[in-house]
């Protein structure tokens, strides 16, 4: 992998090399560290398509001045349902590997996007360059071309079903009469098409996405191939401003995702929880923690709020397909965004260049069976972007991928800084565990004082249902964060699970 190009005023973490040299391009003309986020987010778009998408949404944590706030741009339910015989909604089996799972594609598994409209909200509140700046990098890399990364071409392998569910698409990303597969590592994908619809995008406005001519490209694939959208719904749409949940660990102060999501109020919890614990054994605390919070949320999951005191949503959790980016700079400015487009719902918007999400094709999303979700209504995630700061001052940003594991991957980098007292990179890279339904997945290597034999006999004999992971996995997320430490140090580490760039 090439060098990357360094930033002496801020740190940068992302889930791709191109990703994170968007951001540092931008902060070495002067941006913020949002405008730095948002250049980096555009260029996932380009470079992490599975992921990133300008139909989908996501989350941001903003600190500034010690204050946090927190913007959700995360999809909405459409507001009105077709009937089920009149919508396009079709399975396809990814294959993992090991194992295959069911996804469901189609213009009838699409919520509403909210992808464009937060970024704009995100530059009008926090920006300093002009927005077509920050989308430069990604305008030029998708007119110009990238090369597929290792983990993307891993991606494309999994989800090929969905990237190659309507010809246009499938041409995109690699099949051709001789090729019947995806693009493979090191492939170069160019997309014109959506280097001319960003370049409009940012001239533009985020009203073209709502009220213009993208929003009605959108409402025009939904109402002729059986979707649910509608123009109305991408006019209705707002970003919404919240006020983040707080936990504390050690001397760290955090602030992540409230409800209506879930992720946020887990995290808060299951730190609550580790820190009241007496158990000195860090493993065994750690995983009775986890197994706590996740056995509560699991017997009643419409009270999850309770946790924190708040309303929280039960059901219709979207969490798969997730990307994160992670910015903090000398001054105690800290963002964290995570978002996410599903896999995509097969279908290229026409001339656009790219997929609107899949987040109503998600069984997880929908536990009462498919179709079962409320109309105009904000849809839950785990994804559980966090700034935070301590006591003597400095700034965190992190966050991950990784779906129903975000928020023990998130818990575990942050107990790793404010509890074990690791260095970032450490921090990021330490074995994991995940618990749920009582049952311990861990990353079985041993590392010197961080987890030995003594910490995996505990373990094993606490959780009799078990099972080893012989090295670290991106089963157990992706986690990409960036530090000013209160000494006034920047750290900057991405996860190697999942191909991260940390850039400082």
């Given at each position: 992998?090439?060098?990357?190009?360094?930033?002496?005023?801020?740190?940068?973490?992302?889930?791709?090399?191109?990703?994170?040299?968007?951001?540092?391009?931008?902060?070495?003309?002067?941006?913020?560290?949002?405008?730095?986020?948002?250049?980096?987010?555009?260029?996932a778009c380009v470079c992490e398509p599975v992921l990133a998408s300008p139909g989908g949404g996501g989350f941001a944590a903003i600190l500034g001045r010690r204050k946090a706030e927190f913007l959700d741009f995360f999809v909405d339910a459409p507001g009105v349902k077709r009937r089920e015989s009149d919508i396009e909604f079709e399975e396809v089996h990814a294959d993992f590997g090991t194992t295959t799972q069911g996804f469901h594609v189609g213009a009838g598994a699409s919520a509403v996007p909210g992808f464009v409209p937060g970024l704009f909200e995100l530059h009008e509140r926090y920006g300093r360059l002009p927005m077509r700046v920050l989308a430069e990098p990604a305008i030029a890399a998708a007119r110009d071309g990238v090369s597929i990364s290792p983990f993307q071409a891993k991606l494309f392998g999994v989800v090929a079903p969905i990237l190659t569910f309507r010809p246009d698409a499938a041409k995109l990303f690699g099949q051709t009469e001789e090729h019947q597969g995806v693009h493979a590592a090191g492939a170069a994908m160019k997309n014109p098409d959506l280097a001319d619809a960003l370049d409009t995008i940012t001239r533009e406005g985020s009203r073209i996405a709502t009220h213009g001519e993208i929003a009605g490209l959108m409402a025009q694939q939904s109402e002729i191939h059986g979707g649910h959208l509608r123009r109305v719904d991408m006019e209705s749409y707002r970003?919404?401003?919240?006020?983040?949940?707080?936990?504390?660990?050690?001397?760290?102060?955090?602030?992540?995702?409230?409800?209506?999501?879930?992720?946020?109020?887990?995290?808060?919890?299951?730190?609550?929880?580790?820190?009241?614990?007496?158990?000195?054994?860090?493993?065994?605390?750690?995983?009775?923690?986890?197994?706590?919070?996740?056995?509560?949320?699991?017997?009643?999951?419409?009270?999850?709020?309770?946790?924190?005191?708040?309303?929280?949503?039960?059901?219709?959790?979207?969490?798969?397909?997730?990307?994160?980016?992670?910015?903090?700079d000398m001054d105690g400015n800290a963002v964290a965004i995570t978002v996410s487009n599903g896999e995509g719902n097969g279908r290229l918007v026409p001339g656009c260049g790219f997929m609107i999400n899949n987040m109503l094709g998600e069984e997880d999303v929908n536990p009462r069976g498919f179709h079962a979700w409320e109309p105009g209504e904000r849809l839950s995630s785990m994804m559980s972007?966090?700034?935070?700061?301590?006591?003597?001052?400095?700034?965190?940003?992190?966050?991950?991928?990784?779906?129903?594991?975000?928020?023990?991957?998130?818990?575990?980098?942050?107990?790793?800084?404010?509890?074990?007292?690791?260095?970032?990179?450490?921090?990021?890279?330490?074995?994991?565990?995940?618990?749920?339904?009582?049952?311990?997945?861990?990353?079985?290597?041993?590392?010197?004082?961080?987890?030995?034999?003594?910490?995996?006999?505990?373990?094993?004999?606490?959780?009799?249902?078990?099972?080893?992971?012989?090295?670290?996995?991106?089963?157990?997320?992706?986690?990409?964060?960036?530090?000013?430490?209160?000494?006034?140090?920047?750290?900057?580490?991405?996860?190697?699970?999942?191909?991260?760039?940390?850039?400082?």
């Amino acid at each position: 992998m090439a060098a990357r190009k360094r930033t002496s005023r801020a740190a940068v973490a992302a889930g791709h090399a191109l990703t994170a040299d968007a951001a540092v391009q931008v902060l070495g003309e002067g941006g913020s560290v949002v405008d730095a986020a948002i250049a980096a987010l555009w260029m996932a778009c380009v470079c992490e398509p599975v992921l990133a998408s300008p139909g989908g949404g996501g989350f941001a944590a903003i600190l500034g001045r010690r204050k946090a706030e927190f913007l959700d741009f995360f999809v909405d339910a459409p507001g009105v349902k077709r009937r089920e015989s009149d919508i396009e909604f079709e399975e396809v089996h990814a294959d993992f590997g090991t194992t295959t799972q069911g996804f469901h594609v189609g213009a009838g598994a699409s919520a509403v996007p909210g992808f464009v409209p937060g970024l704009f909200e995100l530059h009008e509140r926090y920006g300093r360059l002009p927005m077509r700046v920050l989308a430069e990098p990604a305008i030029a890399a998708a007119r110009d071309g990238v090369s597929i990364s290792p983990f993307q071409a891993k991606l494309f392998g999994v989800v090929a079903p969905i990237l190659t569910f309507r010809p246009d698409a499938a041409k995109l990303f690699g099949q051709t009469e001789e090729h019947q597969g995806v693009h493979a590592a090191g492939a170069a994908m160019k997309n014109p098409d959506l280097a001319d619809a960003l370049d409009t995008i940012t001239r533009e406005g985020s009203r073209i996405a709502t009220h213009g001519e993208i929003a009605g490209l959108m409402a025009q694939q939904s109402e002729i191939h059986g979707g649910h959208l509608r123009r109305v719904d991408m006019e209705s749409y707002r970003v919404e401003k919240r006020r983040p949940v707080e936990a504390k660990l050690g001397p760290l102060t955090v602030w992540t995702n409230p409800p209506p999501a879930l992720g946020g109020a887990l995290i808060s919890a299951m730190c609550r929880k580790l820190t009241e614990t007496s158990d000195r054994r860090y493993w065994l605390a750690l995983a009775r923690a986890v197994d706590s919070v996740d056995c509560f949320w699991r017997e009643s999951p419409q009270d999850a709020g309770r946790l924190i005191g708040e309303p929280a949503s039960g059901g219709h959790v979207a969490q798969r397909g997730t990307t994160h980016v992670s910015v903090a700079d000398m001054d105690g400015n800290a963002v964290a965004i995570t978002v996410s487009n599903g896999e995509g719902n097969g279908r290229l918007v026409p001339g656009c260049g790219f997929m609107i999400n899949n987040m109503l094709g998600e069984e997880d999303v929908n536990p009462r069976g498919f179709h079962a979700w409320e109309p105009g209504e904000r849809l839950s995630s785990m994804m559980s972007p966090c700034v935070g700061s301590w006591r003597d001052g400095g700034a965190l940003a992190l966050g991950s991928g990784g779906s129903n594991r975000i928020r023990t991957a998130v818990l575990q980098v942050l107990a790793n800084i404010a509890l074990r007292g690791l260095p970032l990179a450490d921090a990021v890279a330490a074995p994991r565990l995940h618990i749920e339904r009582g049952f311990l997945d861990f990353e079985d290597v041993l590392v010197d004082e961080l987890f030995d034999e003594d910490d995996r006999s505990a373990l094993v004999q606490a959780f009799e249902e078990h099972r080893a992971w012989p090295e670290p996995s991106l089963y157990f997320g992706g986690v990409h964060a960036a530090m000013l430490t209160p000494r006034g140090a920047l750290e900057a580490a991405g996860d190697h699970r999942r191909e991260g760039t940390g850039v400082t």
